[in-house]
């Protein structure tokens, strides 16, 4: 067990390496810290001193990979690559444009959006097997045939309209919870109301129809028939046999995501104002800021990494079958 | 006589280029009996045949707005015949009454007046607080600008259909080369292509997007001399998200031909073509290709859909279509504060929603149908 975690651990090395050399190819190969600080000072009018004083304000003064100038180590360590980016690994995010530490923002930020993501994963995950276990407890009915196409009609929808509509709907009209804000602790909970029903909402589509797929292919194997042919509940084939049958293909996307949900939700970060990470992530694309984005693309991979590494386990845990060595 | 200059924009070059791919295709399906009898079952289930008369009639809409051209100017004799730097497009054309009659601001569907009242000097010269009266009608009504709503959500078409169709001819290559290469030669070859599509997987799709879109804006800032138009100048930009959207989007389709090449290499016809001495390459493109085929068909109908919705919400994060670019994004993002005015003004909105409902729905109907007729195993 020890062994394995070791060895998964030492694989994702090269893999956040990759992600590391694409960002820095990106940012400092096709774009450069020259291009970065015309942005920033504005316009077409911006003076070569400008320019240099401004990447020197943000410590981009340096060479791509070896610094000559350099005494020693320095020839290596005083270079782009090891300070904007190999840094990243000891979680060192550095300082965004504005000179706040990256780092400490992310720790502030993250409680947010999670605050807002666990219970609308959790939440919707439910909502989305129970859905589909209905619609198959009802197979070749016109029960089945009319919850197809309403979820179909559902994933049709643009995420956008979910929160227009439900903002203007619940928040404007009906008037159910606020529109929009954040408090921490239990007086923030009626602001939590509104993103997580519509976060759980917007997804009922796409996941439900998925389960739906899942649950038939298992309901036509030949273990299902055998249980129906030695008298079974139908409510018991399906919630012990098929639902304990499906579970390695839900943990496979499912799990995966579980770390993920400190990044937040882009879209229901910022309509909602939620003071989380998602939100920072947008306000950073707006304002062009390369060092958070470049931050939040290499937490986002690590988190990523951590989730396939718990799906793993997680096929041990449900399947006596599987065994990590 | 009107005197005009044929434009053609890149993206009409690559997408008339698309659109003759899919009529080779159809030439070759058609003289295959196989194909036809899966393609006839496509269009047997009622609504899948129609989703496709849905489809046929965006892409038509799709079309008509990709022909383009300038028209000329009043030029002195004896010169060179000088082109406005306007292009426009055969939609243009056919809708000209809707482009042309802008309205100072808001107007309601079917309304004669303006959504606002204004002073008016009346013929007696009282002064009068009314609704100016309009200059057309406007089936949809106007937005914030005046613009006509049911010309912008038209215009709105063909960048659903460009971003989802291009991004498929862009990713396509990618996916097939690698999937089939890591699944037929497994070892070193699999390991490194696994290496990649892991790597790009691992970086959160909407940032991974967003940061090469930034990237590319800071170029596009930077070489202003590349364009002669606005016109171009957003195409490329259009161009440029759907080459970002394919690069990074085609793992998913990789992996699932990989995992077909890897059956179907330990088959007979493949063993027999291989004691024959048939090359790598000859196998694969002959042998392989065709048999993992009906995946590839049905994940580029079933990509397409989700496209089409991405392309709204990367436009709203800021990392979308030039905002200049009627798109359905770019609609919702200028329409979203207007159900908080009094009166409210919903058909900016109401309209986006119709037209990308209607369109991503057919898609994913098109998609199930296509799904039902050519995934072997049925069911699903």
């Given at each position: 067990?020890?062994?394995?975690?070791?060895?998964?651990?030492?694989?994702?090395?090269?893999?956040?390496?990759?992600?590391?050399?694409?960002?820095?190819?990106?940012?400092?190969?096709?774009?450069?810290?020259?291009?970065?600080?015309?942005?920033?000072?504005?316009?077409?009018?911006?003076?070569?001193?400008?320019?240099?004083?401004?990447?020197?304000?943000?410590?981009?003064?340096?060479?791509?990979?070896?610094?000559?100038?350099?005494?020693?180590?320095?020839?290596?360590?005083?270079?782009?690559?090891?300070?904007?980016?190999?840094k990243l690994f000891a979680l060192d995010?550095?300082?965004?444009?504005?000179?706040?530490?990256?780092?400490?923002?992310?720790?502030?930020?993250?409680?947010?959006?999670?605050?807002?993501?666990?219970?609308?994963?959790?939440?919707?995950?439910?909502?989305?097997?129970?859905?589909?276990?209905?619609?198959?407890?009802?197979?070749?009915?016109?029960?089945?045939?009319?919850?197809?196409?309403?979820?179909?009609?559902?994933?049709?929808?643009?995420?956008?309209?979910?929160?227009?509509?439900?903002?203007?709907?619940?928040?404007?009209?009906?008037?159910?919870?606020?529109?929009?804000?954040?408090?921490?602790?239990?007086?923030?909970?009626?602001?939590?109301?509104?993103?997580?029903?519509?976060?759980?909402?917007?997804?009922?589509?796409?996941?439900?129809?998925?389960?739906?797929?899942?649950?038939?292919?298992?309901?036509?194997?030949?273990?299902?028939?055998t249980a129906h042919a030695k008298g079974?509940?139908?409510?018991?084939?399906?919630?012990?046999?098929?639902?304990?049958?499906?579970?390695?293909?839900?943990?496979?996307?499912?799990?995966?995501?579980?770390?993920?949900?400190?990044?937040?939700?882009?879209?229901?970060?910022?309509?909602?104002?939620?003071?989380?990470?998602?939100?920072?992530?947008?306000?950073?694309?707006?304002?062009?800021?390369?060092?958070?984005?470049?931050?939040?693309?290499?937490?986002?991979?690590?988190?990523?990494?951590?989730?396939?590494?718990?799906?793993?386990?997680?096929?041990?845990?449900?399947?006596?079958?599987?065994?990590?060595? | 006589?009107?005197?005009?200059?044929?434009?053609?924009?890149?993206?009409?070059?690559?997408?008339?280029?698309?659109?003759?791919?899919?009529?080779?295709?159809?030439?070759?399906?058609?003289?295959?009996?196989?194909?036809?009898?899966?393609?006839?079952?496509?269009?047997?289930?009622?609504?899948?045949?129609?989703?496709?008369?849905?489809?046929?009639?965006?892409?038509?809409?799709?079309?008509?707005?990709?022909?383009?051209?300038?028209?000329?100017?009043?030029?002195?004799?004896?010169?060179?015949?000088?082109?406005?730097?306007?292009?426009?497009?055969?939609?243009?054309?056919?809708?000209?009454?809707?482009?042309?009659?802008?309205?100072?601001?808001?107007?309601?569907p079917f309304a004669t007046t303006l959504?606002?009242?204004?002073?008016?000097?009346?013929?007696?010269?009282?002064?009068?607080?009314?609704?100016?009266?309009?200059?057309?009608?406007?089936?949809?009504?106007?937005?914030?600008?005046?613009?006509?709503?049911?010309?912008?959500?038209?215009?709105?078409?063909?960048?659903?259909?460009?971003?989802?169709?291009?991004?498929?001819?862009?990713?396509?290559?990618?996916?097939?080369?690698?999937?089939?290469?890591?699944?037929?030669?497994?070892?070193?070859?699999?390991?490194?292509?696994?290496?990649?599509?892991?790597?790009?997987?691992?970086?959160?799709?909407?940032?991974?997007?967003?940061?090469?879109?930034?990237?590319?804006?800071?170029?596009?800032?930077?070489?202003?001399?590349?364009?002669?138009?606005?016109?171009?100048?957003?195409?490329?930009?259009?161009?440029?998200?759907?080459?970002?959207?394919?690069?990074?989007?085609?793992?998913?389709?990789?992996?699932?031909?990989?995992?077909?090449?890897?059956?179907?290499?330990?088959?007979?016809?493949?063993?027999?073509?291989?004691?024959?001495?048939?090359?790598?390459?000859?196998?694969?493109?002959?042998?392989?290709?065709?048999?993992?085929?009906?995946?590839?068909?049905?994940?580029?109908?079933?990509?397409?859909?989700?496209?089409?919705?991405?392309?709204?919400?990367?436009?709203?994060?800021?990392?979308?279509?030039?905002?200049?670019?009627?798109?359905?994004?770019?609609?919702?993002?200028?329409?979203?504060?207007?159900?908080?005015?009094?009166?409210?003004?919903?058909?900016?909105?109401?309209?986006?929603?119709?037209?990308?409902?209607?369109?991503?729905?057919?898609?994913?109907?098109?998609?199930?149908?296509?799904?039902?007729?050519?995934?072997?195993?049925?069911?699903?």
């Amino acid at each position: 067990m020890i062994a394995y975690l070791t060895r998964r651990l030492l694989y994702a090395l090269p893999i956040l390496l990759g992600v590391n050399l694409l960002t820095f190819a990106l940012f400092f190969g096709i774009s450069s810290p020259d291009d970065m600080a015309r942005i920033h000072l504005g316009g077409k009018r911006v003076t070569a001193e400008a320019v240099e004083r401004w990447k020197v304000q943000h410590g981009y003064d340096l060479p791509n990979f070896y610094n000559a100038a350099g005494e020693g180590t320095d020839k290596v360590t005083q270079t782009l690559f090891v300070q904007k980016s190999l840094k990243l690994f000891a979680l060192d995010f550095g300082a965004a444009d504005d000179g706040r530490d990256i780092g400490r923002e992310i720790g502030k930020r993250m409680w947010p959006s999670l605050v807002v993501a666990l219970p609308t994963f959790f939440l919707g995950l439910a909502a989305y097997l129970a859905t589909a276990l209905f619609l198959v407890f009802f197979r070749n009915t016109a029960i089945d045939t009319v919850g197809v196409i309403l979820l179909v009609a559902l994933m049709s929808i643009s995420g956008l309209f979910y929160v227009i509509g439900g903002q203007v709907l619940l928040a404007k009209w009906w008037q159910w919870a606020p529109i929009s804000g954040y408090a921490p602790g239990f007086s923030g909970l009626q602001f939590l109301l509104l993103p997580v029903l519509i976060g759980v909402v917007s997804g009922i589509g796409d996941s439900s129809r998925f389960y739906r797929a899942l649950f038939l292919e298992e309901a036509g194997r030949d273990y299902v028939r055998t249980a129906h042919a030695k008298g079974l509940s139908p409510f018991r084939i399906l919630f012990r046999h098929i639902l304990g049958n499906a579970a390695i293909p839900i943990l496979t996307g499912v799990v995966v995501v579980i770390p993920r949900l400190f990044l937040g939700s882009l879209i229901l970060e910022s309509f909602f104002g939620i003071p989380g990470l998602g939100s920072y992530t947008i306000d950073a694309i707006q304002a062009q800021d390369f060092a958070i984005v470049r931050a939040m693309v290499f937490l986002g991979s690590l988190l990523y990494i951590i989730g396939l590494i718990l799906t793993d386990l997680s096929y041990a845990w449900v399947d006596p079958r599987v065994r990590l060595q | 006589m009107i005197n005009i200059q044929p434009t053609v924009l890149i993206s009409d070059a690559v997408l008339f280029l698309l659109l003759a791919a899919v009529g080779v295709y159809i030439w070759r399906a058609r003289r295959s009996e196989n194909a036809r009898a899966t393609w006839r079952g496509v269009f047997a289930s009622g609504t899948g045949r129609w989703a496709a008369w849905v489809m046929a009639f965006f892409v038509s809409i799709g079309v008509l707005d990709s022909l383009h051209f300038r028209v000329a100017v009043e030029t002195p004799a004896g010169q060179a015949q000088q082109y406005s730097g306007e292009v426009l497009s055969v939609l243009d054309a056919i809708l000209t009454p809707l482009r042309t009659a802008s309205e100072k601001t808001y107007s309601a569907p079917f309304a004669t007046t303006l959504l606002v009242k204004e002073s008016v000097t009346l013929a007696d010269g009282s002064v009068a607080r009314l609704a100016p009266a309009i200059t057309h009608i406007h089936p949809l009504g106007t937005d914030k600008v005046g613009q006509d709503v049911l010309y912008l959500a038209l215009k709105s078409v063909r960048t659903g259909l460009l971003i989802g169709t291009l991004t498929t001819l862009v990713m396509l290559p990618f996916a097939c080369a690698l999937g089939l290469a890591a699944g037929y030669f497994g070892g070193w070859v699999d390991d490194a292509i696994q290496y990649l599509y892991t790597t790009l997987n691992s970086i959160p799709g909407v940032l991974l997007i967003a940061a090469a879109v930034l990237v590319v804006d800071v170029q596009i800032d930077a070489h202003a001399e590349w364009f002669n138009s606005a016109a171009a100048r957003a195409d490329l930009r259009l161009l440029a998200l759907c080459a970002i959207l394919g690069l990074t989007g085609w793992t998913g389709l990789a992996r699932l031909l990989r995992a077909e090449t890897l059956k179907l290499r330990e088959l007979d016809y493949i063993q027999a073509a291989r004691a024959f001495g048939v090359s790598h390459g000859w196998i694969l493109v002959r042998h392989v290709l065709p048999n993992v085929a009906h995946l590839i068909i049905i994940s580029v109908v079933l990509d397409f859909s989700g496209l089409v919705l991405a392309e709204a919400v990367l436009s709203y994060v800021g990392a979308g279509v030039d905002p200049a670019t009627p798109s359905f994004g770019n609609m919702i993002n200028a329409a979203r504060l207007e159900l908080a005015r009094e009166p409210v003004v919903w058909w900016p909105l109401a309209t986006a929603f119709a037209f990308l409902f209607a369109l991503v729905l057919a898609a994913n109907l098109f998609a199930d149908a296509v799904r039902a007729a050519f995934d072997p195993r049925g069911a699903r």
